[in-house]
Structures are given as structure tokens and as C-alpha cells.
């Protein structure tokens, strides 16, 4: 547990896809009432991406808004409650960030999105063993979701749990390491490493 622990992978939250990708596939809404007109369909998602693009942008008040109105038309619009919590995790507000998460999980507790997220909350506040479960959730639901073993492995090493955080770390480079540069790799090699001599300190 000695040192900075590196920064966690919040970010995904925020991406636009490619139309067509797994990714894309995730992010895009189902409708969840089937008397849904097609003109309210187009237009949550017409909103949904406009929102999501000024989240990109930084513009989080902006974006806030947008999700709000959202939720005025439809209040089960599950990745506009994800995406507001994560507004609020940004902002530093934990507590408001686990109250739209856990609404978007009492809808659907199988969004793997929503679960990375609120992995990553419980995290930042320390609560270790409720964010392996839900990054254990996600692996449940996808287990080729490669931000999920980094952030699984940090938390391991700082529990202490070394052989695990290595086993997530490996599994995440072999996610990943075809789109890293050399950077990147070395940087993960090295936290394996430094996990092994942890572990090698700890068995002494």
C-alpha cells in the first residue's frame, strides 16, 4: 500500500462511441415503456446526445440540464441517471452520485456501465469491499470489459490482496496492450512488478 495510487478509469463514462460498436450498443437507450411514441424516442435520444457531448466538453452544467430534462419525460432513463452521477462523483458530491446510480440499478441492476461507475464511488470513499463487488458484477456481465481488471487490481493491492492485483493487472494488459504504446505497458508492468515484491515482503 506504499505510494500514490495511480488514477482510477472514470472517464469511460463519457465516451461516444462509434455507431455500431459494442460500445455503442451499450450506450444506446431501449425504450423501457413500449406506448413510447417513435417522436419521444428520437427526441430522449436526440437529448441524450447532446448531453453526453457537453459532458465531453466539460460543460457539466450544461449537460446537468440536459439529463434533468430528460428525466422530465421519461424519470427511468437510465443512462441519464448514470451520466448525473457521475456529474455529481466529478464534482466531489459522493453521496449525490450514489443516489442517481442506485436509482439507475433499482431499474436495471445488469447495466454494466452504472455498476463501473458505482464501483469507482465507492472507491473514491474508501469502501474497498463494496467496489470489488461491483466491479465483480461487471465482470459478471462482461468479462472482456478491460477498465474493470485495472481498477479491480488497484483496489486489490491497496487491500493488500497482491497475487489478486496481479492477476488483474495481466488480464488487463491482455485486454489492451494492441491499442497501448510502450508508455503505458511499462507503466502496468511496473505496478505488477511492484506488486510482486510487495507480496514477496509480505510472505517473508
Known amino acids: 500500500m506504499n505510494g500514490e495510487k495511480p488514477p482510477q478509469n472514470t472517464n469511460k463514462v463519457f465516451s461516444m462511441p462509434k455507431e455500431g460498436s459494442p460500445e455503442y450498443n451499450r450506450r444506446k437507450r431501449k425504450p423501457l415503456n413500449p406506448n413510447e411514441t417513435r417522436k419521444q424516442e428520437e ?19 450544461g449537460a446537468l440540464k440536459i439529463y434533468e430534462r430528460i428525466l422530465e419525460i421519461d424519470e427511468n432513463h437510465v443512462e441519464a441517471l448514470t451520466n448525473i452521477g457521475i456529474i455529481y462523483f466529478d464534482s466531489g458530491d459522493f453521496k449525490k452520485a450514489e443516489e442517481f446510480l442506485g436509482k439507475a440499478l433499482k431499474i436495471n441492476p445488469e447495466n454494466l456501465l452504472t455498476n463501473f461507475d458505482m464501483g469507482s ?10 467496489e470489488i463487488k461491483y466491479y465483480l458484477k461487471v465482470i459478471e456481465i462482461d468479462p472482456l470489459y478491460p477498465d474493470v481488471y485495472y481498477n479491480l487490481g488497484l483496489a486489490w493491492r491497496i487491500l493488500g490482496k497482491y497475487e489478486n492485483a496481479i492477476l488483474c493487472y495481466r488480464r488487463y494488459l491482455d485486454l489492451t496492450r494492441y491499442k ?14 511492484r506488486c510482486g515484491d510487495l507480496q514477496k515482503k509480505k510472505t517473508k
Open 43 to 61: 427526441l430522449l435520444e436526440e437529448l441524450f446526445y447532446q448531453g453526453t457531448k457537453l459532458a465531453q466538453e466539460n460543460d457539466r452544467q
Open 121 to 130: 464511488v465507492k472507491g473514491e470513499q474508501g469502501q474497498r469491499e463494496e
Open 180 to 193: 497501448k504504446d510502450e508508455i503505458d505497458i511499462a507503466i502496468i508492468e511496473g505496478e505488477i512488478e
